[in-house]
């Protein structure tokens, strides 16, 4: 929720948090709110519905609260649709947003729609919480581990998938990838960024994580320092390695400085959890994701003595994540 | 929040209404929220922020819900600004928002913005309440009496404003109304939207009001129909009277079917409460509402024996409702 309106989310807590956190009037309760909308950028409304709604989700997960309450959802129509393009896309995306949203076991109960010549999705997620449902991300000491529960790259796969289109740029990355690693890193990516950072925010709570933040539009390393810099601690990041879908380490280092995904400044949509977590408890956390979800989660730095920054070593291990196969399903 | 997404406001209580109210897991609380947001309609940036603002907060007081426990701002700023324009119009706009949340009572801990062709301001307003704190708008008896807070005409007169520089469209009134009637009424127009219905919310407490709504995009008569629509009773309204701000009438007649002003259909910003009151309560409510803020209320019509519909006289009784001089004030 930090993006466009920096700091104003802040004000309760002082921190640089993904959600306001406000104090009600009622019964020792919090109001745990965050808002956030997209551009489309994959092909498909009904899983860009399904994107936008895990987006905006993902910023309560990160604080651990595994109930939202309520959600809302913010349309942007596009004026330069036609009639019958929009009668199609625009039901398909709220659609996916809806289901999405009742995976995650909430209502939308409302919204606002309004034109503009560029589609926007997005929503406001509301949990009402009791003070144990959460777990402010400002307690991170030394000797933790940092995991994260989904791999980098989504903004590289979907720029080289639209590139498949565009031959000039096509042939600046065709000697090292091929055109099924493309639409394998497509599927991973949108399957990636359709799913829930729920069951991560879950066991956050069972393995006792120190705090945690989601990976978006700062990439991996911004939001490592914002969550470095909200410590109690005189502790600092140090990552070593970067799990990223299968070729697109390769694909961003043919494009150069582009994305600086291995520098981690490579924007992510709808990103996993960055967590903090006591190192003797970080493997049984991964593995018990895997277990209940079959999906990876990496240990991919420590926790140091230091003065709230946070680093990616010189030459981190790229762990290449393969595009998932799951029969059955729309990816 | 009614608009754009028809009708999925509606799940939790099936009704019309201008929020969700969503039961919350803790100490038989609901959470009511609303959001909406306007495409920039006066000059000034400041004020503009304090009407997308107070429009967003109506939906809360057309429940009488007084408190709101957190304000969310959603910024679409326009790509087409140039730096300079963007630097001084966008932070005016802020922080004409953040003023209008702060005289309401409320922070505005967080947001976000994205870039768009056209401007957009709104806002996401949240309250938790206990079951005392909302009325809900359905319990409307035969006796009743509507009670408007707020003048009509917002609209006319902020289109009359802009046509003092469209020397044909000015033509078209310049016989029925004086640069200075539409300055006046432009005024008034940009006070009466920037105007919170705060008071109005907590009156309705005091003088056991049975429902009411706020009167926006669909005109009064739009929203008198939602709500009588809701209705457990057997009832509907009859509209008698029309509060205008002064000369907009004449220039919606000459017009013709333009805006459809006296029909009940222009759209209003911000707009007053319309309010079902037992009929030995109303004028003492309007009086109380004169005391505590120095602005007029008008009983325009009562609540008899229907089929929950609403209709407005064949001659309604057209109040004109002068500008309103408050010195030391920004308008």
């Known amino acids: 929720m930090h993006l466009g309106i920096p700091r104003i989310a802040l004000s309760h807590l002082g921190i640089g948090m993904d959600c306001s956190i406000t104090p009600l009037r009622h019964g020792g309760l919090s109001l745990v709110q965050t808002t956030d909308f997209l551009y489309p950028l994959v092909e498909d409304p009904y899983i860009m519905g399904k994107i936008a709604c895990a987006n905006v989700l993902s910023d309560l997960y990160a604080l651990g609260v595994t109930e939202c309450d309520n959600m809302l959802m913010l349309l942007g129509v596009s004026t330069k649709l036609s009639e019958k393009e929009r009668d199609v896309v625009i039901p398909l995306m709220m659609r996916g947003f809806k289901d999405c949203a009742y995976e995650a076991g909430c209502n939308v109960t409302g919204g606002q729609s309004v034109l503009n010549p560029w589609i926007t999705i997005g929503g406001v997620a509301t949990s009402v919480c009791q003070p144990n449902e959460f777990i402010i991300p ?104 970067l799990p990223i879908i299968a070729k697109m380490a390769a694909v961003a280092k043919a494009c150069g400085n582009m994305f600086q995904l291995l520098q981690g400044h490579s924007p992510e949509t709808s990103g996993g959890l960055l967590i903090c977590l006591p190192r003797e408890q970080a493997a049984a956390y991964c593995k018990d994701i895997e277990k209940s979800e079959g999906y990876q ?33 729309i990816w």
């Open 297 to 329: 989660a990496w240990i991919i730095g420590i926790v140091e003595k230091g003065n709230r920054k946070a680093r990616i070593i010189e030459k981190p291990r790229v762990i290449e994540v393969p595009a998932k196969e799951k029969d059955g399903e």
């Open 138 to 241: 400002n307690d991170a000491v030394i000797g933790d581990v940092l995991v994260l529960t989904k791999p980098l790259g989504t903004q590289v796969a979907v720029s080289a998938y639209h590139w498949l289109e565009q031959q000039d740029r096509w042939n600046r990355i065709k000697l090292v990838v091929s055109e099924e690693d493309v639409h394998k890193a497509y599927q991973r990516a949108m399957d990636t960024m359709a799913r829930l950072n729920r069951t991560c925010a879950r066991l956050m709570h069972k393995y006792n994580a120190h705090g945690a933040t989601d990976v978006t539009g700062f990439g991996l390393l911004g939001h490592a320092q914002n969550l470095a810099k909200s410590q109690n601690n005189e502790v600092s990041f140090v990552i070593h390695n």
